[in-house]
């Protein structure tokens, strides 16, 4: 391979990587995100890891 051609594959591959999506993609994205942590966040602590931590006192 020619250092020329190794050239164009590193611009292309440099431009593929720093590429944005566009705002719906990371809107979606995001609000899915929120909905998955609000769910986790409003799950209570099972009985074994509250009585694990007990322990730890």
Avoid: C, F, H
């Amino acid at each position: 391979m020619k250092d020329g051609e190794k050239s164009v594959q590193r611009s292309a591959a440099k431009s593929a990587v720093t590429t944005q999506p566009d705002k719906k993609d990371t809107s979606s994205l995001g609000n899915a995100l929120r909905a998955v942590y609000q769910d986790a966040a409003g799950e209570s602590v099972p009985d074994e890891m509250l009585d694990l931590l007990n322990k730890l006192k």
